[in-house]
């Protein structure tokens, strides 16, 4: 009797303050602040959800709004900014950038309770959201729900952006046993369980829902949502079969600019699918405290070196099987028929970097270090056997192994790795050994991913065992010399690119190649650098690099030009000559002078260079600075570094 009378209570409350808080709160406020000429950050963003908000906490699964305003407070203290829909879109679709720890508010459910309880909260913290709603509740009889008379007000109210969660809510295939099943991820079901959808149908019911969801929600708000949330999680791209997800990907890649299909981790980073995105649903029990401990255990990180409590910390995502830690060993096993698979939170993004790790061999299984994983797709790893280590890599469908290296017959203990990954190449040593003569290639499709350990049994379960894990991302890290002999290759592990003359390679076409190799020996990516080179003379060196008595090695092992600004007095030329070299796939690297930078910030056209290289240490911040970091990735523009005064060699590295 008590729960039903606070929730009469409730919905009194409700309707008694809903005409005061649309005449206030969603007509007067000062709507959220967005700097976005300010912003500079290309990685990533945060993403947390609530399934509702109540009056006390005593609702279930939704959170109350004293606990709201507590995490939402907490949140902005931790220097969290709000971002809305058309940024995150932006954000993946146009490369622009989102502010220092970008946060994507969600409310899902489209719950009355959610808008009016938080909506003072956010108009108090300075933040926006984004209200996911299901398109047939806004016609619908429950007035618990936002109704299509109230949903343009939502959408007007600059603190919110309105979504689609599908159109119809209802479930389906519901029996007395207690199944039911979702509207989008089964077929319908007869008497007795018996199919009564052809796939056909399935595709076209699925396909309508879709559309009659955008179309509902664009009517009634005068605004076409941008975003989907897909019902149930982490079946899409997961685990639901193929028949089923073809239809849903098509629909959703036809009618909605993003889609969240996945819960539980909270951190999207720039190389995720912006139709696969991932949001963190918050427990009604949390605190702030939690809340941000929950946030801070999944955000990226560039250092991993003590591995003892990162099982208890939560660091691990166990896909399948079971993580535990003995000190600084960890072991995985995986469950009868399924492989182990657990991955490090925070190293989505890694790029370049180093890992230090010791596999104990076993004949019941292989162990498996991922180095890049993006999804089951796309991936880069070391399996280890009892017998022999070999490096996979899979882009599709095809599970490709690129390197295998056999263990003496009287090895005995732990397999000791210690990896370099950097760029498109693999440096791998194995107990010690140096075991490829030169570094192993990669695609450049799995360029970034996050690091994780697996657990492949032949006969049922099998125990996998790492131990002294050590894991460190390095920046990019540029050198520019005469010849490759200035170029000192003994601190090429951590060296990512080395810049090189032209000016020799109509000269000595075969040496230069042989440069390209001893460079590419390392690990080592080759620029040529075209200082005085206009575009007539661009167009000539990069037809005679594909056609030189060494064209092949160019082809492989040439990465790109370095280009003047200075040389290009119309901005128009040099955007269509970097289009030139990005057809014969040739990135660019763009040398600016004192003058070419402010160049740069004033040029109309739009230039899009792989690479910034400043002759110029970094400056403190300036508005010239955050004007160019707005407009270019930071994490790909390089500055003039001190060296030693005997060095012929000129180094390049990241700011800070």
């Known amino acids: 009797m008590r729960k039903f009378l606070r929730y009469l209570f409730q919905y009194a409350i409700l309707a008694a303050f809903a005409l005061f808080v649309y005449q206030t709160a969603f007509r007067r406020d000062t709507p959220p602040v967005h700097d976005r000429a300010l912003w500079s950050q290309r990685d990533g963003f945060v993403a947390i959800s609530y399934s509702g908000i109540t009056l006390d906490d005593h609702g279930g699964l939704a959170v109350g709004k004293d606990t709201l305003r507590l995490h939402l407070e907490a949140l902005s203290r931790a220097g969290y900014k709000t971002v809305t829909t ?29 808008v009016l309880f938080s909506q003072p909260i956010l108009t108090k913290v300075g933040y926006n959201a984004a209200l996911y709603l299901f398109a047939d509740r806004l016609k619908g009889w429950n007035r618990f729900f936002v109704r299509d008379d109230e949903v343009r007000k939502v959408a007007d109210n600059p603190f919110w952006d309105v979504n689609a969660m599908g159109y119809h809510s209802g479930l389906i295939n519901q029996t007395a046993e207690g199944h039911y099943g979702y509207f989008l991820s089964e077929y319908l079901a007869g008497p007795g369980g018996r199919p009564a959808e052809t796939p056909e149908a399935f595709d076209a019911r699925v396909a309508r829902d879709y559309k009659e969801a955008y179309q509902a929600i664009d009517a009634a708000t005068g605004k076409p949502p941008l975003g989907y949330l897909f019902i149930p999680a982490n079946t899409l791209g997961v685990g639901l079969p193929e028949p089923l997800a073809r239809p849903n990907e098509k629909a959703l890649k036809e009618d909605f600019a993003l889609a969240f299909t996945r819960v539980g981790e909270t951190y999207n980073p720039r190389e ?27 955000m990226p990180k560039s250092r991993f070196l003590d591995f003892a409590a990162s099982v208890s910390q939560g660091l691990w ?3 399948a099987g079971e993580i535990a830690a003995e000190g600084q060993r960890l072991t995985l096993a995986n469950p009868a028929g399924k492989d182990g698979f657990a991955r490090l939170r925070g190293s989505e993004g890694f790029e370049n970097f180093q890992c230090e790790v010791k596999v104990a061999p076993s004949p019941d299984g292989a162990s498996l270090i991922y180095l890049r994983y993006r999804d089951a797709g796309s991936f880069v790893r070391i399996q280890t056997t009892a017998d022999r280590v070999l490096v996979q890599e899979k882009n599709g ?62 006969q049922g379960s099998h125990v996998a065992s790492f131990a002294d894990l050590r894991l460190a991302t390095f920046p990019p890290r540029w050198v520019e010399a005469g010849r490759v002999a200035d170029v000192p290759l003994a601190e090429a592990r951590t060296l990512t690119t080395m810049v090189l003359p032209a000016a020799s390679l109509t000269a000595d076409p075969i040496n230069d190649a042989a440069a390209l190799v001893t460079a590419a020996s390392s690990g080592v990516t080759a620029f040529l650098d075209l200082p005085d080179a206009d575009a007539a003379k661009v167009g000539e060196i990069a037809q005679f690099v594909a056609n030189a008595p060494a064209s092949l090695v160019f082809a492989k092992l040439l990465r790109g030009f370095v280009l003047s600004l200075d040389r290009f007095p119309d901005p128009a030329v040099l955007a269509k000559t970097m289009a030139d070299l990005r057809a014969r796939g040739l990135a660019v690297a763009l040398r600016l002078s004192p003058a070419g930078k402010a160049r740069l910030l004033a040029a109309d056209a739009a230039l899009a260079p792989d690479w910034l290289l400043f002759d110029l240490p970094p400056a403190e911040d300036t508005d010239d600075m955050t004007a160019l970091e707005n407009r270019f990735d930071k994490t790909r523009m390089l500055f003039r570094a001190a060296v030693p005064g005997d060095s012929t060699a000129i180094y390049y590295d990241v700011k800070g």
Request: hydrophobic share 35%; glycine share 10%; charged share 20%.
């Open 86 to 114: 058309r940024d995150v879109v932006d954000f993946y679709q146009g490369n622009k950038p989102l502010p220092d720890k970008a946060l994507y508010l969600m409310f899902e459910g489209g719950r009355k309770d959610s």
């Open 317 to 319: 995502q166990v896909g």
């Open 397 to 458: 469908p095809s599970l490709n192994t690129i390197f295998q290296y056999v263990l003496p017959l009287d090895h005995t203990g732990p397999v000791a790795y210690d990896c370099c990954v950097k760029s498109n190449r693999l440096l791998l040593s194995v107990d010690g050994v140096n075991v490829s003569p030169y570094p192993i290639p990669l695609a450049a499709e799995t360029g970034r991913g996050s690091f994780a350990l697996g657990s492949l049994g032949d």
């Open 272 to 298: 995720a699918d912006c139709r696969a995105l991932t949001r963190m649903q918050v427990g009604p029990d949390w605190t702030a405290d939690r809340l941000l401990l929950e946030i801070g255990s999944r």
